[in-house]
Structure formats: C-alpha cells, structure tokens
C-alpha cells in the first residue's frame, strides 16, 4: 500500500467496524483498526457463555487474526478517548502510552453502547449488565458459586434467597438468559447436588412493559411467555424495578429476595457523540445523514448501535445487522470516493429479520409477514447464528457444543474462574459462623 494513500481510520471491531474493515479489503488506503479489545465479540451468544453452554473463546476471535490476509490493514490494541476534528485525528490510550494521537483522513466510529440503569446507576453494584466476555464469565461464575454456597449451607431457609435468580428486562437478552438458566437448573445441574435440589431454583423476569419481547409481534411474545414458564420460570411485568440491593430487588412494591440480580434492561451509547460535538438522539446516538455521515462532516460516519437514523419515521434498532449493513455502506462510500467514483445511494436498511431463542428447542422468529414460534424457528435461529459466527473454526466448535448440549444435556464450560483473586467471593461478605459444623447429607 501507498504510505500517501488515504488513512481510514476505524474505532471499533465489532459487528458494524469488522464489516466496514473488510469493505475496504481492496480499497487504495491505509486501514486502521483501533479497539480496546483484541478481539470481535459475538454478543448474540454471550449469554450462552453467562450459562455454561459456551467457553469465551467460543464466540471471540482476535480482530488481528480475522483481518490478517487484508494486507492495507493495520489492527491496534487501543483505546478511543476523544477526536479533534480539526487537526482530524483521534487520541487512545494503548498498552503503555496515554493519548495517542492518530491522525485520519476519513474516520468511522463503530463504538458500540454499554449498559443504561436508566439514571440508577447504583443499580449496577448489585445487577451486572451482559456486554462483554468479561462481564459473561462474571455472571456464569456468580451462578455457580450460588449453587456452591447453597450446598454449603446448613441453613435451609437460606437456600431460597440463595438459588433464586432475578433478570431484570423482558427483551432478548433476559428471555434468552432466563430460558437458560431454566434449561440449566432443570437438566444439567439436577443430579449434582445432594443438600441443595438445583429443580427448585427461582427463575423470576421482571419487566416494566405489558410483554416480554415488545418489538415482535402479540403472538410471538405471548408464545415465548407460555414457553418460559412452562420452563417454570415466573415471568411478572407491568412493574418497573424500585430498588435493587445486596438482598435483592423490590419490584411493584414486593420484595423478591435474592442473592443474583442480572441486568438485562437497558443499553446506553458509547460517548461518540461527546467526541465529536455533533447532535444526538435523546439517547444520545450521534444523528447521522442518510449516507451516514455526520452533519458538516463529509468526512466522518458514525455506524452501529452508537448512530442514530431513523428509516420511514422510526428509528433503526440497534441490533447487529444494522450495524453489518451500516458498515459494509460506509466503507463503500470512502471506496467510491477514494476512487473518484459518484457516491451509492443513500443507507437503507434490509431488514432481515428478529429471532429469540427461549430454552432448548424453541425460538421465535418474525420476518416481513412469517411469524414462527417452535421448533423449526429454533432451527433457523441456530443455523444463522452458526453463519455469523467470525471464523469456520468457531462455527464447528461451536456446532460439536450444542449437538453435545442437545444430546446429553452436558455444557461446555461450568467452571468457576476469578481472574482477579480479590473477587473469588464475588465481593460477598463471608458469614463469620464458620465453626459451625456442617453435616453432609443427602437432600433426600
Ligand atoms: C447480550 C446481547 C445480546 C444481543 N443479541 C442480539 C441478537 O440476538 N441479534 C442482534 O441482531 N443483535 C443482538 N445484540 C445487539 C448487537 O450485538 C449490537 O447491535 C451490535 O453488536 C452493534 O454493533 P456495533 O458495531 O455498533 O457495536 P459492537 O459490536 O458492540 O462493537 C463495538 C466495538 O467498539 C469497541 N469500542 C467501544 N468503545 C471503544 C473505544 N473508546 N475505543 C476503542 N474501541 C472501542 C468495543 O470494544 C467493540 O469491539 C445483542 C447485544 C447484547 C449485548
């Protein structure tokens, strides 16, 4: 590659960033990558890590690793603390330096978002959220640590409050999550345990909506409901979540005691919109143009979860295939204008499709006018899932795991694993009776 050619800058190696990356492949510039993380992550499967269904490398490959044959593509381990958009360069901290300036020539920023409380932000002590591989293996490590101390305990009233698991938010990612851990105290975990019967955990959804799963249709939410308890998990909406502390949550002025509170609400957007002084959705998603650049700024495009666009009146979802298209659409526009040639047609989203999967088998799925729920939607929810997937490898791992799970009901990863030492209590307070004795018997 020219060193004269154009720098593309891309902050983000996620589903909207990887996809315009790889739209450049062959363009006339010089490609960088920067993402805090040295890996792409597959989000749609985090809670199969959260579950013990998938290891993290299961669903993560090394972003270096999926570009390495791009050869006009340089991948930088770092992160984006701010743009100046005059002297067009952008700043990150990397392993060692603080406040990298890297400049660029055109700029996308594909930041992703994070968790939102909703303005109780001390929610988030109690109820992690599920974004990251990091926060995946925190919440598989939590559950199963409930079981341990539950088998611990010589005090069965105690066994309630311990094996009860609260998710709060009725969208995919608490049906999903909630549906697992159905699947996973009722098959895997149901012999294991002698003192503690894991079959009588308390799977509990709570939702301020009227309905789980609100962007699909009546029908399919009312389906994937009857299917989650039917799974015995109780599923209570129309009241917001009042409070959430070390004893559990209050929720429509009942307290439900529980030592595992997950948060599956609400998602806030990366700061992008801070950077660059541009205005923002009431979120605070950076409003782009219909060609995804942002306003007096040919230059720059915002894509993915952190952009704000609306599509015949409403507002693109911030879901992956957006973010894919609005990717692959950006990177063509700088191709196009790179090469001296007249710019595409202005972004419009294909909507392929929405897809839940709730527990073993069964899925929910709405495109254009089909509405499927069962087992058949489960079918096509794996067999996409498997295709999106970053890399072959992955895809086989990963295929092998759940015809395993499916046949023996044997999960793939079910250890506990604190990479920080400090956090092997999952900073709960150990109860000082340990002179207690515990007598060992057999729940029966
Ligand atoms: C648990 C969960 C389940 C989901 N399930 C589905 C699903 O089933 N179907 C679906 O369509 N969508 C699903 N989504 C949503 C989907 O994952 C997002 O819409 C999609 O990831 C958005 O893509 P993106 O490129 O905007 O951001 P991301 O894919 O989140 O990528 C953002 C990237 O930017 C990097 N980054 C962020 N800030 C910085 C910074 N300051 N400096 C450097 N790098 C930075 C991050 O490390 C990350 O790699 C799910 C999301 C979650 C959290």
Redesign the pocket.
């Known amino acids: 590659m020219r060193d004269s050619a154009p720098r593309v800058v891309i902050?983000?190696?996620?589903?909207?960033?990887l996809a315009a990356a790889k739209t450049l492949r062959k363009a006339d510039a010089n490609v960088v990558v920067?993402?805090?993380?040295n890996h792409?992550?597959f989000?749609?499967l985090?809670?199969q890590v959260a579950t013990s269904v998938l290891s993290p490398g299961q669903i993560a490959s090394p972003i270096r690793n999926i570009l390495r044959k791009q050869r006009n593509t340089t991948v930088i381990l770092?992160?984006?603390?701010g743009v100046d958009i005059d002297q067009r360069c952008v700043f990150?901290d990397s392993v060692d330096r603080e406040g990298v300036a890297l400049g660029y020539d055109y700029l996308i920023l594909?930041?992703?978002?994070s968790h939102s409380y909703f303005g109780h932000d001390e929610f988030a002590r109690f109820a992690p959220g599920?974004?990251s591989l990091a926060d995946a293996v925190s919440i598989r490590n939590h559950v199963l640590r409930a079981f341990e101390q539950a088998e611990a305990e010589e005090d069965p009233k105690r066994h309630r409050d311990l094996l009860t698991f609260v998710l709060v938010g009725g969208g995919?990612?608490g049906v999903e999550m909630a549906g697992a851990l159905a699947i996973l105290v009722r098959s895997t975990l149901r012999s294991e345990f002698r003192r503690v019967d894991p079959t009588s955990a308390r799977i509990v959804l709570v939702d301020m909506a009227p309905r789980v799963l609100g962007p699909f249709a009546e029908s399919l939410s009312a389906a994937a409901r009857a299917r989650l308890e039917q799974l015995g998990v109780e599923v209570r909406l129309g009241h917001g979540v009042d409070l959430i502390d070390a004893d559990g949550v209050i929720a429509g002025s009942e307290r439900i005691a529980s030592k595992t509170v997950i948060w599956t609400a609400g998602?806030a957007p990366?700061p992008a919109g801070k950077w660059l002084k541009a205005p923002t959705d009431r979120a605070g998603r950076v409003r782009v143009q219909s060609d995804l650049s942002v306003p007096g700024h040919p230059e720059i495009f915002v894509?993915?979860?952190?952009a704000s666009l609306d599509q015949d009146g409403r507002p693109l979802a911030?879901?992956?295939?957006?973010?894919m298209q609005q990717?692959r659409y950006a990177g063509r526009v700088i191709d196009r204008r790179i090469g001296g040639k007249a710019p595409p047609r202005p972004f419009r989203y294909f909507d392929k499709g929405t897809?839940?999967v709730v527990g073993k088998g069964f899925a929910v799925l709405q495109t254009g006018r089909l509405h499927l729920s069962g087992f058949l939607a489960w079918l096509a929810w794996a067999a996409i899932h498997l295709e999106f997937l970053a890399q072959s490898s992955l895809r086989v791992s990963v295929f092998v795991q759940w015809v395993w799970l499916y046949l023996t009901g044997q999960r793939g990863s079910r250890l506990i694993v604190d990479y920080d030492a400090s956090s092997a209590s999952d900073g709960q307070a150990r109860r000082a009776d340990a002179t207690r004795s515990v007598p060992f018997h057999d729940r029966s």
Request: proline share 4%; glycine share 22%.
């Open positions: 902050v983000g190696g996620g589903f909207g960033g920067v993402d805090r993380q792409h992550l989000q749609p985090l809670y770092g992160e984006v603390t990150f594909a930041t992703g978002a599920l974004k995919p990612t998602v990366s894509v993915g979860d952190t911030g879901v992956a295939q957006v973010a990717g897809m839940a």
